[in-house]
């Protein structure tokens, strides 16, 4: 149900981390010691994020493994228009959306995930994954509470939750009686990323004493029906066929 890959170029990622850094004047594995409220470090995580999405990372990150993507989800693909970077402090339970399938919450079978860290993980912080859960039906999926006020208030369309923080986290039977024993924290080295399927049960994990700077990314095709926002999505890559009809149906003055 997932694969630990390595980017053929890490250069793009080292990048990145610098541009990160110089904006927030302090190296990321230190980052959580600026906070001064959860919403200091939701604006701060917002500020990076955009950051990242104007350097269009993961578009640059994820150019050479087209290959892969389209050996999965065909020659069409659609890539997460906004990435996920998430600041997960230690041992902090309040940072993580919690044990969830991206189902939930509008993506589909056809939704790929790739999560990578981008600075190095500490022990006990990775991403949780359930094996197998990704084959097992999705049964009378109900609304949860979170036990901590943080999670519980996020509302629809708030910053928390335009940085990937839900507010109506679900739960479904295959979760409720998930064995402790089934779930595998999965810790990959710096310029590595985990490609797994959207409907597996995962959730974020930091059980270490150093904070978890990571990147979450989605890709699709567009022949399934969407039920995230129009703009969630945007083109990322087109077959030969594609290019070859644009060209012929292009019109001319």
């Known amino acids: 149900g997932w694969i630990v890959r390595k980017f053929s170029d890490t250069a ?5 981390v610098r541009e990160l850094e110089k904006v927030s ?5 230190r980052l959580h010691e600026t906070f001064k409220s959860r919403e200091d470090q939701l604006e701060t995580q917002s500020k990076l994020s955009n950051i990242l999405n104007d350097i269009s990372f993961t578009k640059n990150i994820f150019a050479n493994e087209k290959e892969l993507l389209s050996s999965i989800l065909g020659p069409y693909l659609l890539i997460q228009t906004s990435s996920h970077l998430r600041i997960h402090k230690p041992n902090c339970e309040s940072d993580s959306p919690g044990i969830h399938r991206d189902t939930f919450y509008g993506n ?3 939704h790929i995930n790739c999560w990578f860290p981008l600075i190095k993980l500490g022990d006990g912080g990775g991403i949780m994954l359930a094996k197998g859960s990704h084959c097992v039906p999705s049964l009378n999926v109900r609304d949860v509470s979170y036990e901590d006020t943080e999670r519980e208030l996020v509302t629809k369309g708030s910053l928390a939750n335009k940085l990937g923080f839900v507010y109506a986290p679900k ?11 089934s779930i595998q924290l999965v810790s990959p080295n710096v310029g590595e990323y ?3 399927f959207g409907n597996m049960i995962h959730s974020g994990a930091n059980g270490a004493e150093r904070v978890r700077v990571s ?8 022949y399934h029906i969407l039920k995230t926002h129009e703009k969630y999505f945007e083109l990322y890559d087109t077959g030969v066929l594609y290019k ?3 060209l012929f149906l292009a019109k001319t003055d």
């Open 244 to 246: 070859v009809e644009k």
């Open 108 to 110: 589909s079978v056809g």
């Open 171 to 181: 739960i479904d039977d295959s979760i409720a009686n998930l064995s402790p024993h």
């Open 25 to 29: 004047g302090i190296e990321l594995d």
């Open 215 to 222: 990147v979450d990314v989605r890709f699709t095709h567009p």
């Open 12 to 16: 793009v990622l080292e990048f990145a």
């Open 194 to 196: 985990v490609l797994f």
